[in-house]
């Protein structure tokens, strides 16, 4: 008997997945398979969770605290988010300002299901972390880009929010990543001041995506909640990730108003339940002991852009500036690509498939992250110095082996630049 399989939805069919992940794969089974690959694929830390986040999570699990939680999260958890974030940005918030969730990226989710209806029009600045699309789309939402150029630092184009605000037709939401991923640019007090001005009072919801809220380079950050009037419309997401080095315990936090976080946590509720106690008892131990920890880390992370940096600016071919923020470099080598005829991705997998039988080379191609990456490459610093150093120095040779380069189209021509 045969029988007809069940159909995707239409969503299901059209789902896109972050590319990183996915050249992670690759990377992994190259390394199984013998070959050395230096990984700069993922936004990873390579360091250890911060040291009171470790010894908080043991004590949890020893005290039994391995049960289910209030869905909104720990009310200690969400106190101590409340009292850092004073104490960090002088915004005076509560624990009802405060949710907690499983990492960050599951708020870009809760936040178009809270405010976007089908047909609704969203901004979004490209390159853009390419899970925004898939929960914009999940919603029905229609998504309007702005480009972000090298030539302005990668800042948003006020001009573009602007006209988004008075001239698109259902203009309901705009998504603002900063810093930024993947080109590290940040967006200054005077942008931020300006973008609140253009939505305050309209019936524009903004999420604020900031988990490299410590990972800027010059200054400090500015978290878009400091500008007044526009808690109610905005959802500012905050993850442990970067910042403490907890990417694995997944564990993050949004902050909006009230009414906002009781709908997310409504949400949280009805898919997740609750983020484990001893994941968010880990989390409150490094908001209350572990600044020191996490600024000596961001200063190494700091040092190693910095290497990464001058390492680039000796590769023929390659534009690079010093991102003003996270632990991204972001370099344009559209001369290299049109010498080679290949895709800024198709590069970065030649990198890693195809430049050398013994040594790969894992970042990813701008393209991964909108149209306005292309001719770029996302290069991560989760690797020691010295294979920061030997990444680029195997990247300077590998672009030289335009045999190589070509035998890799023949075999994957989707590469091929036309």
């Known amino acids: 008997m045969t029988t007809n399989p069940v159909a995707f939805s239409q969503f299901a069919r059209g789902l896109s997945a972050e590319t990183a992940f996915d050249v992670l794969a690759v990377a992994k089974r190259l390394k199984a ?102 929960n914009i789309e999940r919603r029905g939402g229609v998504i309007v880009t702005s480009h972000l150029k090298q030539e302005t630092a990668f800042r948003p ?64 950050h500015s978290p878009f909640l400091a500008q007044p009037g526009i808690l109610d419309q905005t959802v500012a997401c905050y993850t442990f990730s970067k910042s403490y080095s907890m990417s694995g315990w997944r564990l993050g936090y949004a902050i909006s108003s009230p009414r906002v976080i009781d709908i997310i946590a409504k949400m949280i509720n009805t898919s997740l339940s609750c983020v484990p106690p001893i994941v968010q008892l880990a989390g409150e131990a490094a908001l209350k002991n572990d600044d020191r920890e996490r600024d000596e880390v961001m200063q190494r992370f700091k040092n190693k852009v910095e290497l990464l940096v001058h390492e680039l600016q000796s590769v023929d071919g390659v534009n690079v500036m010093m991102p003003a923020g996270t632990f991204y470099v972001f370099p344009n080598v559209v001369p290299i690509c049109t010498r080679l005829g290949i895709t800024s991705h198709g590069l970065a997998m030649f990198l890693l498939e195809a430049a050398d039988d013994q040594l790969g080379v894992a970042c990813l191609g701008g393209e991964c992250f909108g149209p306005a990456g292309k001719g770029f490459l ?41």
Request: net charge negative; aromatic share 10%.
């Open 33 to 134: 398979e013998g070959k050395d690959v230096i990984e700069l694929q993922i936004g990873d830390s390579p360091f250890a969770s911060t040291a009171s986040a470790i010894e908080a999570g043991v004590k949890a699990i020893r005290d039994g605290q391995t049960h289910y939680c209030q869905s909104t999260g720990l009310m200690s958890f969400r106190e101590a988010v409340a009292a850092n974030y004073q104490k960090e940005y002088g915004i005076a918030i509560g624990p009802d300002n405060v949710v907690v969730a499983p990492g960050a990226k599951v708020f870009e989710q809760f936040f178009c299901e809270v405010f976007l209806d089908p047909g609704d029009a969203v901004l979004v600045f490209s390159p853009a972390f390419p899970t925004y699309s898939p």
């Open 157 to 220: 184009n006020l001009l573009d929010i602007e006209n988004f605000v008075q001239h698109t037709p259902r203009a309901k939401a705009i998504f603002l990543n900063s810093p930024h991923n993947p080109t590290g640019g940040v967006a200054t007090e005077a942008d931020l001041k300006a973008i609140a001005d253009l939505v305050r009072g309209e019936s524009i919801a903004v999420f604020s995506d900031e988990p490299y809220n410590h990972m800027v380079w010059t200054g400090k």
């Open 378 to 418: 996302r290069f991560s610093c989760a690797e020691p110095d010295d294979r920061l150093k030997a990444a680029v120095a195997f990247v300077k040779e590998a672009v030289k082996r335009v045999d190589r380069v070509e035998r890799y189209l023949k075999t994957h021509a989707k590469y091929r630049l036309r």
